[in-house]
């Protein structure tokens, strides 16, 4: 009997097994060799001398079309885990019938730290630490190690490689770890790499690229235009569902308005479907070049609702050896700190910063009172001052390690006084008479602080997590019903949000300093909307302008700005009752 069972359980699995179709696809006219096309060149060569994976080594393989020209900087493209694809015929056939641009291609292996002896120790894999993780660590690796390391060889018959440098140039692929790779290469630095390919794409918890699809739907929309494949049986297992992952991607890409393509299939985890759609791939990518890949029209009402169409950050200013302490008066003048020069500078009319004639005593913060004062955070002498406008200094209060302040439509003075990320933050209230009080102790770098547009409630950002906290204000100026409220986004590499200068907007929008952007919480706490920024991390931020609709915001040496469809939330006007929020 056992027997028999065995046998019809074998009979069984035969019979399915012989029931599945074969994997087949139909092969693209350009992945097969053709009589008469020009055969461009592969050279390999190996790299050891990284600096941002140290110790790694790594093969890679340079393709030059025999259509290049020196003369005239090449496309590139950029794949992961060598060459796949059957990319090089590919690429012959494509270039030669115009179907995309002359293109150098580059296709890397991941590295490894060599073992001294491979017959008794295993070498170090890298490949899931350089692909699976966020952050720009391998774009970086590819834009400053790699792409120059390419540039500094030559063709077999000596002609030298000429990359192009422009982002619209430039695509990147790869499957599995190596596609996700690719979009966070793009993703980081849309500027460098504007075309994706992404096959069997792992979009899934290995290393945090589960979280692309909500960050995609969160940030302001890139100028990225993606190629996704997969397949209905792809991986399930303990890192998540590879199918529903890719799935989950497309519809988030669509929501953000970005320009993705996708074709599923039936099939797992290879490069089956993959190399039989690569040409068709590259030929929409390329589509329409050399006109630029454009960010699109998002979905996301929330952040629509702020940022205006063709309105994108501007310069005000550069070359300051740390800005913050950004804030506007009530004639919409906005001023910021030079905190280690001890300068402070107002942006005039035109536009244009100017320093005025005041020793900041390094101040950190700003804020602009009722009663038409300037007042600062002096950090070289511990002190609160205000200046009038004639630039005449009065001493609020020493012996105050302070670093941020906000001042209420009453007078009532509120001021973070961080004691490094460990130890606990106090929170003064300093009242009109000079009264000083503790009202709150214990958070790990108090930072950035502002009143709700009401000014019932005050948010403060905790810097060393991923917190902003807030408290109701009582009627003798007091804080009461403390609360974690606002969850923000951290990046891969840190274990913190640093989330810095915070500021509302008449509408109850919580606007937030922070390593990944500016994040813009809803009144209920919940971050709807992402805006990054130009360059580097920003450290303040305040509505300016004479609507008081120009987002202002200071960043290392460089201070922004941007218009937005909001007016902020002024501390010296009337307080007003902001609608109620969508639960």
């Not at 009319?349 to 020793?359: E, F, Q």
Request: proline share 6%.
């Amino acid at each position: 009997m056992k027997k028999l069972v065995l046998f019809s359980c074998i009979l069984f699995a035969t019979t399915l097994s012989a029931q599945q179709p074969a994997e087949k696809y139909p092969i693209d006219s350009a992945s097969v060799e053709h009589a008469g096309v020009p055969k461009g060149e592969i050279l390999k060569f190996s790299f050891n001398q990284s600096k941002i994976f140290p110790g790694t080594t790594r093969d890679y393989w340079i393709y030059i079309p025999a259509q290049y020209k020196p003369e005239q900087p090449a496309c590139v493209y950029v794949n992961q885990d060598g060459i796949q694809w059957k990319a090089p015929t590919v690429f012959d056939n494509l270039i030669y019938n115009k179907e995309m641009p002359v293109t150098i291609g580059v296709f890397i292996t991941p590295g490894k730290v060599l073992a001294d002896n491979n017959a008794t120790a295993q070498d170090r894999f890298n490949r899931s630490f350089e692909y699976d993780g966020l952050g720009d660590a391998y774009a970086r690796f590819l834009l400053t190690e790699i792409l120059p390391e390419v540039e500094r060889q030559k063709a077999s018959d000596g002609r030298a490689i000429h990359l192009s440098k422009n982002g619209n140039d430039r695509a990147i692929g790869g499957s599995s770890s190596g596609a996700v790779c690719a979009f966070t290469a793009a993703w980081e630095h849309p500027e460098a790499f504007s075309r994706v390919f992404s096959a069997i794409g792992t979009y899934t918890g290995l290393r945090g690229a589960d979280r692309y699809p909500i960050l995609v739907r969160k940030y302001e929309p890139k100028p990225i235009r993606i190629f996704l494949q997969d397949g209905a049986n792809d991986l399930n297992i303990y890192a998540g569902d590879w199918w529903k992952a890719n799935e989950s991607m497309e519809r988030a890409l669509s929501f953000a308005g970005y320009e993705v393509n996708h074709i599923w299939g039936e099939y797992g985890h290879n490069g089956n479907q993959g190399t039989a759609v690569f040409p068709d791939a590259m030929r929409w990518l390329w589509k329409g070049w050399p006109a630029a890949v454009t960010g699109g029209k998002t979905k996301n009402q929330f952040l629509s609702d702020l940022v205006i169409p063709g309105e994108d950050w501007q310069l005000v200013g550069e070359g300051y050896k740390f800005t913050e302490g950004i804030a506007t008066n009530a004639e919409g003048y906005t001023y910021f700190q030079d905190i280690p020069n001890s300068k402070t500078y107002k942006i005039n009319s035109d536009g244009k910063p100017v320093a005025l004639n005041m020793d900041s005593k390094r101040a950190d913060a700003t804020c602009f009172g009722a009663d038409g004062m300037m007042y600062t955070v002096a950090t070289g002498t511990k002190q609160i001052l205000s200046y009038d406008k004639n630039e005449k200094m009065k001493v609020i209060a020493d012996t105050i390690a302070g670093n941020d302040l906000v001042i209420a439509i009453n007078g009532n003075m509120y001021v973070t006084a961080p004691d490094g990320v460990s130890k606990p933050s106090k929170i003064y209230l300093i009242r009109p008479n000079g009264e000083r009080i503790v009202v709150d102790e214990g958070l790990k770098y108090a930072n950035g602080i502002t009143l709700s547009p009401d000014q019932t409630q005050l948010y403060i950002t905790e810097s060393s997590t991923h917190w902003v906290w807030i408290y109701r204000i009582m009627p003798d100026g007091t804080l009461a019903y403390k609360q974690r409220y606002g969850w923000l986004h951290t990046p891969d590499i840190d274990d913190n949000a640093w989330s810095d200068g915070v500021k509302c907007d008449t509408a109850g929008r919580v606007f937030v300093a922070s390593r990944m952007g500016i994040q813009v919480m809803d009144q209920l706490g919940r971050v709807n909307a992402i805006i990054p920024i130009p360059a580097g991390q920003p450290s303040n931020l305040y509505f300016g302008g004479p609507d008081f609709n120009i987002l202002y915001i200071t960043a290392g040496d460089k201070v922004f700005k941007r218009k937005l469809k909001t007016r902020g939330a002024n501390n010296f006007d009337k307080p007003s009752r902001p609608a109620n929020p969508r639960l």
